[in-house]
């Protein structure tokens, strides 16, 4: 199976989803990680072109621990927009290059705008992607692919409907998130955040949830010709 993880920053996915995309790597599942946005203004003391080249170099050593392919649509932060035909020309042309089976992205209701306008785009042109006259570089994709949303960082407001294990992937997933270390930094200094203890604290809440030590919380998005009479997930 290939799984296309698309998240809008460079730590989202690791700090999200990272157990169950180290579950499908490390199961012989073909994973992309993809991230939208290229960090660039999440630091105090360097320049975008500085914070960004950075962040780019440490989600590609992420998706190295997870066994993933590493993507980046280099856009700006802040500036993740789905009526840009430029972006949704961008997002179908990625799904039409990785051909998933499963798009794993954020849920349309979070608290970051890039996060919501991520899932939208996502959402829209996964459908796009299909549609052999919409124009792009790439071959049409040949299914309206499955999308399930990943928990927002606090899990405030979500109810996930299957669960994955992690506990067995844990010590992956947090060096995943781990390598991103100036986003620990920034968070830190931004905002009071643990990005390591909170992944871990969230990851544990969804266990004790499952009966298991740690898990990872989804929500499939169940409009037609995305819903499945099988489990997708690991």
């Not at 169950?20 to 360097?46: D, P």
């Not at 840009?84 to 997002?91: G, Y």
């Amino acid at each position: 199976m290939r799984v296309l993880a698309i998240g809008a920053h460079p730590d989202d996915l690791e700090t999200l989803c990272g157990g169950t995309l180290a579950r499908f790597a490390r199961e012989g599942h073909e994973v992309v990680m993809c991230h939208a946005a290229n960090g660039g203004k999440g630091s105090y003391v360097r320049t975008s072109e500085e914070i960004s080249r950075i962040r780019i170099g440490e989600a590609r050593r992420a998706a190295e621990i997870c066994g993933a392919e590493h993507v980046t649509l280099g856009l700006p932060d802040g500036e993740v927009l789905a009526a840009d035909p430029v972006q949704r020309s961008l997002f179908v042309d990625l799904i039409r290059d990785a051909r998933p089976d499963l798009i794993i992205t954020h849920t349309p209701e979070d608290y970051h705008p890039d996060h919501n306008e991520t899932s939208r785009l996502v959402f829209d042109t996964s459908f796009l992607a299909t549609v052999p006259l919409v124009v792009g570089t790439k071959p049409c994709h040949s299914k309206v692919t499955p999308i399930y949303f990943m928990e927002p960082a606090s899990g405030l407001g979500f109810v996930p409907t299957e669960f994955v294990d992690v506990t067995g992937v844990i010590d992956i997933k947090e060096a995943m998130v781990r390598a991103h270390e100036s986003q620990v930094t920034w968070l830190r200094e931004h905002a009071g955040g643990d990005l390591v203890g909170d992944m871990k604290t969230i990851s544990a809440f969804r266990g004790q949830q499952c009966g298991v030590s740690y898990a990872e919380g989804f929500a499939p998005c169940l409009t037609a010709l995305r819903c499945t009479t099988y489990r997708l997930l690991p």
